[in-house]
């Protein structure tokens, strides 16, 4: 079988109804509309409704992405959906995904890798495609945070996180000189306590003592994920880049996980790229974890910033700490 490259062929998003401000933020926790859009750049973000799952947001969003491919949902071989938290904790929400978009002979099956989940799962699906093992898959991130991670004994993680979902259909490219040109992937478990939910697994089962303490939401180092953050994710993208043998100056857009706006701007600084080189969600969508990196990617190619021949990168890093990088040709 000659060799193959695979490639995103759709991709769609979908936001909950209900915005939330920081003036609602303010109104509830010890912060202010100031406060949050000087830190995190973040004027606004998406709070699911009581009856939405996260299942829900991810079917949205993969529908929207199935009709952009021109793909039916029974086409698919394999389902992966990258989250955090999802409808239940076991089994995995891509089987509520898979039952609710039809897609009935696709394997399906979570990623856990934190905000850099849909990172790792695109890479699932690149390798799925290239092996030829399948033919269409869908990849998904989707989180609602609100209801699982904010803590609202806390001045931050209200205003940081946020719900939403993204997804992409990857298959075979219909040309050698488009689609995934490299990627690089790496974790280092030394900074697993930079961003943890200690609360429900083996180490600290749920009990009284452990939701008093609030173990059951996010518990994180702001200056350890920005040097983290800011060492690492140029580093990788660099590397993606040699390894397709490109430089950043053959960046066409730079699209990132949306943590924090002074974050991405400290990560553009280092590479030297142009707000015009970039595009952003953060403003309006707050983080939504692994949702962000697929949402801020369909809204690019939505207002058409991602054209037939740009040179992509897809970055992310998250808990763990693992971070990654794909170059794509569009």
């Given at each position: 079988?000659?060799?193959?490259?695979?490639?995103?062929?759709?991709?769609?998003?979908?936001?909950?109804?209900?915005?939330?401000?920081?003036?609602?933020?303010?109104?509830?926790?010890?912060?202010?509309?100031?406060?949050?859009?000087?830190?995190?750049?973040?004027?606004?973000?998406?709070?699911?409704?009581?009856?939405?799952?996260?299942?829900?947001?991810?079917?949205?969003?993969?529908?929207?992405?199935?009709?952009?491919?021109?793909?039916?949902?029974?086409?698919?071989?394999?389902?992966?959906?990258?989250?955090?938290?999802?409808?239940?904790?076991?089994p995995a929400t891509a089987c509520y995904v898979q039952e609710k978009i039809g897609?009935?002979?696709?394997?399906?099956?979570?990623?856990?890798?934190?905000?850099?989940?849909?990172?790792?799962?695109?890479?699932?699906?690149?390798?799925?495609?290239?092996?030829?093992?399948?033919?269409?898959?869908?990849?998904?991130?989707?989180?609602?945070?609100?209801?699982?991670?904010?803590?609202?004994?806390?001045?931050?993680?209200?205003?940081?996180?946020?719900?939403?979902?993204?997804?992409?259909?990857?298959?075979?490219?219909?040309?050698?000189?488009?689609?995934?040109?490299?990627?690089?992937?790496?974790?280092?478990?030394?900074?697993?306590?930079?961003?943890?939910?200690?609360?429900?697994?083996?180490?600290?089962?749920?009990?009284?003592?452990?939701?008093?303490?609030?173990?059951?939401?996010?518990?994180?180092?702001?200056?350890?994920?920005?040097?983290?953050?800011?060492?690492?994710?140029?580093?990788?993208?660099?590397?993606?880049?040699?390894?397709?043998?490109?430089?950043?100056?053959?960046?066409?857009?730079?699209?990132?996980?949306?943590?924090?706006?002074?974050?991405?701007?400290?990560?553009?600084?280092?590479?030297?790229?142009?707000?015009d080189k970039v595009h952003t969600t953060i403003e309006r969508y707050g983080n939504?974890?692994?949702?962000?990196?697929?949402?801020?990617?369909?809204?690019?190619?939505?207002?058409?910033?991602?054209?037939?021949g740009s040179v992509v990168v897809l970055a992310a890093i998250g808990a763990g700490?693992?971070?990654?990088?794909?170059?794509?040709?569009?």
């Amino acid at each position: 079988m000659a060799e193959r490259r695979a490639h995103i062929l759709g991709t769609g998003r979908h936001l909950p109804a209900r915005v939330v401000t920081n003036a609602d933020i303010a109104a509830r926790v010890a912060t202010t509309d100031e406060w949050i859009k000087k830190h995190l750049g973040i004027v606004e973000r998406r709070f699911a409704a009581d009856d939405e799952q996260t299942s829900d947001l991810a079917a949205q969003a993969a529908r929207r992405a199935l009709a952009a491919a021109r793909t039916e949902a029974g086409e698919l071989q394999a389902v992966i959906v990258a989250l955090g938290n999802g409808d239940v904790s076991s089994p995995a929400t891509a089987c509520y995904v898979q039952e609710k978009i039809g897609a009935s002979g696709a394997v399906a099956f979570d990623v856990r890798a934190a905000c850099a989940g849909f990172t790792v799962a695109l890479d699932l699906a690149k390798d799925m495609i290239e092996s030829g093992a399948k033919e269409r898959v869908l990849v998904i991130g989707a989180d609602i945070a609100s209801r699982t991670k904010v803590d609202w004994r806390d001045r931050t993680t209200p205003a940081i996180f946020a719900d939403g979902a993204g997804a992409a259909v990857v298959g075979p490219s219909p040309s050698r000189e488009r689609g995934f040109l490299s990627a690089r992937l790496c974790s280092d478990g030394r900074g697993k306590d930079v961003v943890v939910m200690r609360g429900g697994g083996s180490l600290s089962p749920f009990s009284a003592e452990t939701l008093a303490r609030g173990e059951q939401f996010v518990q994180m180092d702001g200056k350890g994920v920005w040097e983290w953050a800011t060492r690492e994710l140029p580093a990788v993208i660099r590397a993606a880049l040699g390894a397709a043998g490109l430089t950043v100056a053959d960046v066409d857009l730079l699209l990132t996980h949306q943590a924090s706006l002074r974050l991405l701007q400290a990560v553009m600084a280092e590479l030297g790229l142009g707000e015009d080189k970039v595009h952003t969600t953060i403003e309006r969508y707050g983080n939504t974890l692994s949702a962000s990196l697929p949402i801020t990617l369909d809204e690019a190619v939505e207002r058409g910033k991602v054209r037939p021949g740009s040179v992509v990168v897809l970055a992310a890093i998250g808990a763990g700490m693992t971070w990654g990088a794909h170059v794509l040709r569009w």
